[in-house]
């Protein structure tokens, strides 16, 4: 049985702390094995690193138990790790990861990788770089290019630890892509729709899934943020709200949880409209919770109920999809566009009406602007026009200040 002896901390050049844990294998050779610590000061890295030596100890002894069940069924316990098992391994030991994010690398591997190169041996040399290109290109024909993107991300990963824990010979996945060229374009709303849109908020009912399209159009944000969102987070006078929480989803359980990454805790910036917006929808729970004798609490949900509790992101996104069936809108692709393509055109229209692209990817939690408008912009027609103008002025001297 493999037992970790000890574990020491580092900091990776500001970039956080990194946890390594050492144990000899086999052989009796040192090995080491590494993980990214949440902590951000040195006592709680070496607290984390403890409880993560401890775990990986127990670990341990339960497959040395595991192991001898399976002896005595006459299998064998030290069976060549192979891509599905270890790949399995790997989503299962990641503790740092969001319920929502672990179940969708279990569809992922029971879907995309393992039906096709789960039983390839992780030493087989037929785990190669062709296989793992000739998988990309087989699976790319049934599923999206980002579901693709994303299998291969995963794949990758636990292909590097193997790598790393001598499991695997070298990283099959290598030097695989998958084509930029294929990727699906966003299927925003067009001008068409979003006046249509907008004509229905203006003289609907300030109800809360009303109120969630109505943010969603116009800051951006992620239906998991806009369903998370607290009343302490907004300030209609300033215009402004913050971005602390989201919704995640585990199965049919949803829970509260951190942004989708650092970028995406961010102050949001809105209008006027959406500002008198925020004032009625308040003081419409301020009347509720007086009529209930029920005492309003800024902890309370923009779009949830008096007592407390959030509105699932499933009932927005269905409510859009009734108003977007009954308007018969169809988005940039021909087809009728999603909630989160409300997120997409907010970008598309943003980056046509010339405005700041750093402010945009700020604004829709980012990680940098490059990913803005390669993702969520579009070039649009009358885009294109302007930049042809331009030139053209430029090219023969009336772009001269």
Not at 176 to 186: E, H, Y
């Amino acid at each position: 049985m493999t037992v970790f002896t000890t574990v020491r901390v580092r900091e990776r050049d500001g970039r956080g702390w990194i946890a390594e844990a050492s144990y000899k294998d086999d052989s009796g050779k040192w090995r080491k094995r590494s993980k990214t610590l949440k902590a951000t000061g040195k006592r709680a890295a070496q607290k984390e690193a403890e409880a993560w030596l401890a775990k990986l100890n127990a670990e341990e002894e339960r497959r040395e138990a595991e192991g001898a069940t399976l002896a005595a069924l006459g299998l064998n316990p030290q069976s060549a790790p192979t891509v599905s098992s270890y790949v399995r391994d790997y989503i299962e030991g990641k503790s740092e990861i969001e319920p929502s994010t672990r179940n969708e690398y279990r569809r992922m591997l029971d879907k995309l990788i393992g039906p096709h190169i789960g039983d390839i041996e992780l030493k087989d040399p037929a785990l190669n770089t062709e296989t793992v290109k000739a998988w990309v290109a087989k699976v790319s024909k049934q599923y999206a290019p980002a579901t693709v993107r994303k299998a291969l991300t995963l794949l990758r990963s636990a292909m590097r630890e193997a790598v790393y824990n001598d499991l695997a010979p070298k990283d099959p996945t290598f030097g695989v892509k998958v084509k930029k060229d294929d990727c699906k374009r966003k299927n925003s709303l067009t001008q068409e729709g979003v006046r249509v849109v907008c004509g229905v908020l203006e003289i609907a009912e300030l109800n809360p899934s009303m109120l969630g399209v109505k943010i969603a159009l116009y800051t951006g944000m992620r239906e998991g943020e806009i369903c998370a969102l607290r009343w302490k987070n907004v300030n209609p006078a300033r215009g402004e709200l913050t971005v602390e929480e989201a919704i995640g989803r585990d199965g049919s359980r949803f829970y509260l949880k951190a942004p989708k990454n650092s970028g995406s805790s961010r102050t949001v910036y809105f209008g006027s409209e959406l500002a008198a917006d925020f004032v009625e929808r308040r003081k419409a729970v301020e009347a509720e919770c007086n009529a209930a004798g029920v005492k309003f609490s800024p902890d309370m949900f923009v779009l949830g109920n008096i007592r407390g509790e959030f509105l699932r992101p499933l009932y927005l996104s269905n409510k859009w999809r009734g108003l977007a069936s009954a308007l018969e809108l169809k988005g940039t692709r021909g087809i009728r566009p999603s909630f989160s393509d409300l997120r997409h055109t907010f970008a598309t229209m943003a980056v046509a009406a010339h405005v700041d692209i750093k402010a945009i990817s700020e604004s829709m939690g980012h990680s940098n602007a490059a990913m803005t408008l390669n993702t969520y912009a579009d070039a649009t027609v009358e885009g294109k026009q302007r930049a042809a103008q331009t030139m053209q002025a430029v090219l023969t001297g009336g772009g001269e200040q």
